[in-house]
């Protein structure tokens, strides 16, 4: 049976134009999104920090799209109000202060790029790796710097682009694939003499840094020239020094794989262990014979 058209009555609609082009404004741009985003997804070619960081542009110029289509939809509503708006405006800003504050730093993130996603950075007390950034936040996966055991904690900090207009932002990505790693280690003063076992523990930590030594010695030069800064290493440094406590310290720097830290940590200290309990036991011997 045909449908007769002109029996069906659209004033409705004509009348609600509004909200008819709002929803098929919003409908239009999350199903353009999603397969934009998807055929990202699916692009082999395209490693995997690119893909994360083309889907945020894509998310954040779908955002754009959206509030500028629903501002022009709704334009003529918007001059009705423009007076009533002009007269609470003061109150509107006051209230508003820190979204608008939000924005500005998403400007100045975007004018300045300080960061994208993937980059390990620090914020003020907050550090991680960028995992999304929009018009009102930078969201990081929480990565442990200060422990030095270099791994993801777990926990996610959302950081809001205000932040960037009253702090400074440290750029860490170097340290992804190598980090200037420090560690010390304090015994009683009056046992050993930490210098007598020094040169041991350097020749253990070169034995441990072979496998990596010439990437090391590139990557550092890379760094330097990058930054155009001296930064320490790739030779590894012992330091030894005392405390008011009456300790005495021995703190070991080297440049190595951020993924290795931990391990050559360990390994250093399992045989700065082994070396002082040695010493230790040959004085104590000796004491005993004299």
């Known amino acids: 049976?045909?449908?007769?058209?002109?029996?069906?009555?659209?004033?409705?609609?004509?009348?609600?134009?509004?909200?008819?082009?709002?929803?098929?404004?919003?409908?239009l741009s999350y199903i353009v999104r999603r397969y934009t985003k998807r055929a990202i997804r699916l692009h082999q070619k395209i490693e995997h920090?690119?893909?994360?960081?083309?889907?945020n542009t894509v998310d954040n110029i779908f955002n754009l799209f959206l509030v500028v289509g629903l501002v022009l939809i709704w334009s003529s509503e918007l001059q009705n109000i423009a007076i009533s708006i002009a007269a609470f405006m003061v109150a509107l800003v006051i209230a508003t202060k820190e979204f608008i504050a939000c924005i500005v730093g998403a400007f100045y993130r975007a004018s300045t790029r300080p960061y994208q996603v993937g980059d390990w950075i620090r914020i003020a007390n907050y550090e991680g790796e960028v995992t999304d950034s929009d018009w009102l936040s930078t969201t990081l996966f929480e990565v442990?710097?200060?422990?030095?055991?270099?791994?993801?904690?777990?926990?996610?900090?959302?950081?809001?682009?205000?932040?960037?207009?009253?702090?400074?932002v440290q750029n860490l990505n170097y340290m992804r694939r190598y980090v200037t790693?420090?560690?010390?280690?304090?015994?009683?003063?009056?046992?050993?003499n930490l210098f007598t076992i020094k040169e041991q523990i350097l020749d253990k930590i070169r034995q441990y840094s072979e496998h990596f030594h010439d990437v090391a010695i590139r990557y550092n030069s890379l760094i330097e020239k990058r930054l155009d800064i001296k930064i320490s290493g790739p030779e590894p440094r012992v330091r030894i020094t005392t405390t008011v406590e009456g300790y005495n310290v021995f703190t070991i720097s080297l440049f190595c794989p951020t993924d290795e830290a931990v391990e050559i940590e360990q390994k250093v200290t399992e045989d700065f262990m082994r070396f002082w309990?040695?010493?230790?036991?040959?004085?104590?011997?000796?004491?005993?014979?004299?």
């Open 1 to 27: 049976m045909p449908v007769d058209f002109s029996q069906l009555d659209f004033s409705i609609l004509m009348d609600h134009v509004e909200i008819v082009l709002t929803v098929a404004w919003i409908l």
């Open 49 to 55: 920090d690119k893909k994360r960081q083309r889907i």
């Open 144 to 168: 442990d710097l200060k422990g030095g055991s270099y791994t993801y904690t777990g926990r996610t900090t959302v950081v809001p682009n205000s932040v960037l207009l009253l702090n400074t």
């Open 181 to 192: 790693h420090t560690f010390s280690i304090s015994r009683h003063a009056d046992d050993v």
């Open 277 to 290: 309990y040695e010493k230790r036991d040959m004085n104590a011997n000796g004491v005993q014979e004299e």
